[in-house]
């Protein structure tokens, strides 16, 4: 029988229902890294068709189970608002002269991002709602792991080995900076560098014990290899912030030098490839006009401000900012932008004031459920809710340069990840909420600087 964290785990009957959900919800994590992250028509249709088959056998769960039952996490709220506010400015009139008028600057553009992002909110609650059992959970870390191993294995792979085709098979007619299934080595280092914490993490609470925590250090270690050898110099930043809130969080600990033989392993593991490309990126090449960041995104930024001021409530249209764009920008032209390359001025750029409130509302309720999270005396649920927490902060980072979280794969992952932190931290807040008339209880990190409990993975 499975151990339920805050709840029934539901009908017997159903055991097996839950087990396809979780399933598909995995396999719609594989399928869309490994198809470019998603971003071509019939990989993102392919998408939210699997999306519809998680609601179809969800729904056949509630049925079977004879009444109505969904967990809603409180960061659901801020990505519903979201989708609320596209929904709105996809609505379109026509005027008397057989003008269209709404408020987004390209409506179907829109209503098509509406449809990605109801596509996500509905796999961030099947996350909230059936990873909620030990096994689950226990399974989830162990997919993640193994995953983001072979992911990066491959990555460097056909790094290495690269004839202008992805998978050796399909020739790159998208961009000069591929890695792995990525067009673009940014997006893979920013998947990468939200799994990357999650082996870290439960090495460092002790949630996994004997060869499964040598196979853990040993594939955190090979993913930041893979991230540092994508050359993204957002994902090197991303990277070393992400152990940088592990050690801080963790820092009570007896543990982290199992933290620094990973980032050793790293180290070691780039003199052996090559350390000259990489100081070469971040530095920019000697005696040539660098890439400077004014240059590669600070006119983007520049000209996004300009869209926000002219827009500052509600945005010009989720999906709209490639039709907006030109009317404010002070370049040529000569060049398409698609996106802000930077998240937050994207959110105000589509969505106005009201989308970055939104989105404050979901970081807050996810921060607020690692706080919880990171205490529970099961040292596999405080490794997750860590792991996660640092996941979801090193993306947060990666944010600031990059448009990661507009990546379909990435999006996905991370509101994965947000599903797993949230219930954790969610139920342990309801629990301590229950027993408030009762003496405060340690859940996690004793004076000693031991993490209470036991549980760990074997």
């Not at 019939?42 to 998408?47: D, I, R, V």
């Not at 000259?276 to 590669?296: C, E, H, W, Y």
């Not at 409530?313 to 900012?321: H, L, N, R, S």
Request: aromatic share 10%; proline share 3%.
């Amino acid at each position: 029988m499975e151990k339920c964290l805050g709840g029934s785990s539901g009908h017997p009957a159903t055991g097996m229902l839950d087990k396809a959900v979780v399933m598909l919800l995995l396999t719609a994590l594989v399928f869309t890294a490994l198809a470019h992250g998603a971003v071509e028509p019939w990989s993102l249709a392919l998408f939210e068709l699997v999306t519809l088959a998680l609601i179809l056998l969800w729904g056949i769960k509630l049925a079977l189970f004879g009444r109505f039952q969904v967990r809603i996490p409180p960061a659901a709220l801020g990505l519903t608002a979201l989708a609320a506010i596209g929904l709105v400015q996809s609505i379109a009139f026509e005027g008397g002269t057989g003008s269209i008028s709404s408020l987004s600057f390209n409506v179907e553009a829109t209503r098509s991002s509406v449809l990605a992002l109801t596509c996500l909110l509905v796999c961030f609650l099947v996350g909230a709602n059936f990873l909620i059992t030990r096994d689950r959970l226990r399974t989830v870390a162990h997919f993640l792991v193994v995953f983001g191993f072979l992911m990066a294995v491959f990555g460097l792979l056909q790094h290495f080995g690269w004839n202008g085709k992805f998978y050796w098979l399909r020739r790159n007619h998208y961009g000069a900076s591929p890695f792995g299934p990525f067009v673009n080595h940014n997006h893979f280092a920013g998947f990468m560098e939200m799994l990357l914490p999650v082996p870290v993490a439960l090495v460092i609470t002790r949630g996994v014990r004997g060869a499964v925590r040598l196979f853990y250090g040993f594939a955190a270690a090979i993913m930041g290899i893979a991230i540092l050898a994508s050359l993204s110099r957002g994902g090197i930043v991303s990277l070393l912030a992400g152990l940088v809130f592990l050690a801080v969080t963790a820092s009570r600990l007896r543990n982290l030098v199992a933290l620094a033989a990973i980032a050793a392993a790293m180290a070691i593991g780039v003199l052996w490839i090559g350390t000259d490309p990489i100081v070469n990126r971040i530095a920019g090449q000697p005696g040539k006009s660098g890439d400077t960041l004014f240059t590669s995104r600070g006119w983007i930024w520049r000209d996004t401000a300009a869209v926000i001021a002219a827009n500052p409530i509600i945005g010009v249209g989720m999906g709209a900012f490639q039709t907006a764009y030109p009317i404010y920008s002070k370049s040529d032209g000569s060049l398409v932008v698609g996106q802000a390359h930077n998240d937050y001025l994207q959110v105000l750029a589509d969505f106005g004031i009201a989308g970055l409130a939104a989105t404050a509302w979901f970081i807050v309720s996810v921060a607020r459920a690692f706080k919880y999270g990171i205490k529970s005396r099961d040292r596999l649920l405080a490794g997750l809710a860590l792991g996660g927490g640092a996941g979801i902060f090193a993306m947060l980072v990666h944010s600031v340069f990059d448009f990661n979280l507009q990546i379909p794969s990435n999006a996905l992952l991370f509101l994965v990840l947000s599903a797993v932190v949230s219930h954790i931290g969610g139920s342990l807040a309801m629990r301590r909420t229950e027993k408030s008339n009762e003496p405060v209880r340690n859940y996690g990190f004793h004076p000693a600087g031991k993490l209470s409990g036991s549980g760990s993975i074997g």
